[in-house]
């Protein structure tokens, strides 16, 4: 999450965060399996970005190499899998120092200076003779996989390899936005926990605690714009995302004549010091704009809008009308594809951005 308010208290990592918001159930659900002696081997956290699924795979994790053995202090299921934060093992983990943990994710390419887009093959080596190993502690071995859709197809092959004969005493928690990425065979072999989007008031709490010198109307509208994700609602609450948003929204409004003056603006803007946040933001407008045609294609109610900024029912009725549903799902998955090849491919940001709004366009006879 992006920390760029020189007030704001600090906006903990997944692994240092001891609270979890929104997810009692699933916890529960953790904890039940680990107290009746039915843990499986992989676990795979499903949920929209930024909603807690690697602070959970943590805290998972924390109490496992806490109380591991099953059964909870009193014998019976715990009441949840919270560690207390002055515990050695939870500060151990939070400064990335236990040897019972291996955590595998996305790791900074040195030579373009953020994350690489993909975990690759390199990166997940080391899981088999890991978990294999003696542990150092008596306890588990447990491997956590941050972002685990996206592994390269070798990447999946190798971890894979690992989940068909796991080590006794060993455990996986992958966490993943998008498990049709990952492969079948990987699914099938994980006990899946899916989490819901956080709830406006839970999201709104989390940044009264974060950013507390946001207004309280301001506090509002990002709660309401996130999608449930307390991730986005921090990246837009730091980057000046509503405004990008609104700015993203307001031109695609303009289709199929198109405000090409004020796109050429906003894609400058993507450019500009190589932007992540405003083509981020930008790429994601896009998207839950055609989401919301296609669903009115379908004669579904659209989503993901709310405020002055939503698009007007009967607008969408006529946008929609100029493409079969089959047809506007095509151009979804081509934008889609186009978009995420930005980072995949190091392709021009600016350029993909043009390419998508002006490909949406020529579809709508613009």
């Given at each position: ?52 699924k690697a602070t ?37 983990i939070a400064s990335?120092?236990?040897a019972d943990l ?265």
């Open positions: 999450m992006i920390e760029t308010e020189r007030s704001a208290p600090p906006t903990l990592a997944p692994r240092a965060n001891p609270l979890l918001f929104g997810h009692d159930d699933a916890e529960r659900e953790m904890a039940t399996a680990l107290a009746a002696g039915r843990l499986a081997h992989a676990w795979l956290l499903t949920g929209p970005s930024g909603i807690g959970l795979a943590f805290r998972f994790a924390r109490y496992l190499l806490v109380e591991g053995s099953g059964g909870g202090a009193a014998g019976g299921v715990p009441a949840g899998l919270a560690v207390d934060a002055a515990h050695p093992v939870f500060r151990r990335g120092g236990h291996l955590t595998v994710e996305r790791k900074l390419d040195d030579r373009r200076q953020r994350l690489r887009s993909d975990i690759v093959v390199d990166d997940v080596r080391g899981v088999g003779p890991f978990l294999a190993s003696t542990p150092a502690e008596g306890g588990w071995r447990v491997v956590v996989v941050d972002g685990a859709d996206a592994m390269t197809t070798s990447a999946a092959n190798a971890l894979l390899k690992v989940l068909e004969e796991p080590p006794d005493r060993s455990v996986l928690i992958l966490t993943c936005a998008r498990p049709a990425r990952l492969l079948p065979t990987l699914r099938s072999r994980c006990r899946r926990v899916s989490l819901s989007p956080l709830s406006p008031a839970v999201v709104a709490e989390l940044l009264g605690r974060y950013r507390p010198a946001l207004p309280a109307a301001e506090i509002d509208g990002l709660a309401r714009d996130a999608g449930g994700s307390i991730g986005a609602a921090l990246l837009l609450a730091d980057a000046g995302g509503l405004a990008i948003k609104a700015e993203a929204r307001r031109l695609l409004a303009t289709l199929p004549a198109l405000d090409v003056a004020g796109l050429l603006k906003l894609a400058d803007r993507v450019a500009a010091a190589e932007d992540d946040v405003a083509f981020k933001l930008s790429a994601e407008s896009l998207l839950e704009w055609l989401e919301a045609v296609i669903r009115t294609a379908a004669g579904a109610p659209a989503k993901g809008y709310s405020g002055s900024d939503a698009p007007d029912r009967q607008a969408l009725t006529a946008i929609a009308a100029r493409a079969s549903l089959d047809r506007w799902l095509e151009v979804w998955d081509n934008t889609a594809r186009l978009l995420s090849q930005a980072d995949h491919a190091n392709l021009d940001r600016r350029q993909v951005l043009l390419a998508s709004v002006f490909g949406v366009r020529e579809v709508l006879g613009g």
